[in-house]
C-alpha cells in the first residue's frame, strides 16, 4: 500500500484559492488513482475529487464542481487539488488515498493525518 502525505493546507477568507498536495515517496502514484476527501467537524468523509490512472477518469462531487481542479503532476510524484472560491462550507481535514479505481463514495484503506482548510473570514 503506498504511503501518502497530504499538505498545502491553511487559513483562507471566502473567495480564496488552495492548492493542496498528495504525494508519495515509495511508489509511482501513475499506477493508482487518487481520491480527495473530506471530513469536516462532526459530519462523516466526504468524496470531493479523484483523478484516474494515466487521468482517464475525473470525478468531482457536485459542490465543488467549477470551483476545484484535481491534476497529476508525475515527475513529482503528486496529485494536486486546486481549490478556487472557496467557500466556508469547505472546511474540512483533507486526506487523500489510493486505489486502482476511482470512487467518490468509497476508495483506500488508509488514511494520513491530512491538512486542515480553513475558510473563515
Known amino acids: 500500500q503506498v504511503q501518502l502525505v497530504e499538505s498545502g493546507g491553511g487559513l483562507v477568507q471566502p473567495g480564496g484559492s488552495l492548492r493542496l498536495s498528495c504525494a508519495a515517496s515509495?511508489?509511482?502514484?501513475?499506477?493508482?488513482?487518487i481520491g480527495w476527501f473530506r471530513q469536516a467537524p462532526g459530519q462523516e468523509r466526504e468524496g470531493v475529487s479523484c483523478?484516474?490512472?494515466?487521468?482517464?477518469?475525473?470525478f468531482y462531487t457536485d459542490s465543488v464542481k467549477g470551483r476545484f481542479t484535481i491534476s497529476r503532476d508525475s515527475v513529482k510524484n503528486a496529485v494536486y487539488l486546486q481549490m478556487n472560491n472557496l467557500k466556508p462550507e469547505d472546511t474540512a481535514v483533507y486526506y487523500c488515498?489510493?486505489?486502482?479505481?476511482?470512487?467518490?463514495?468509497?476508495?483506500?484503506?488508509?488514511w494520513g493525518q491530512g491538512t486542515q482548510v480553513t475558510v473563515s473570514s
Open positions: 515509495d511508489d509511482s502514484l501513475d499506477y493508482y488513482a
Open positions: 488515498t489510493a486505489d486502482q479505481f476511482c470512487s467518490l463514495a468509497n476508495m483506500g484503506d488508509a
Open positions: 483523478i484516474g490512472m494515466s487521468d482517464l477518469a475525473i
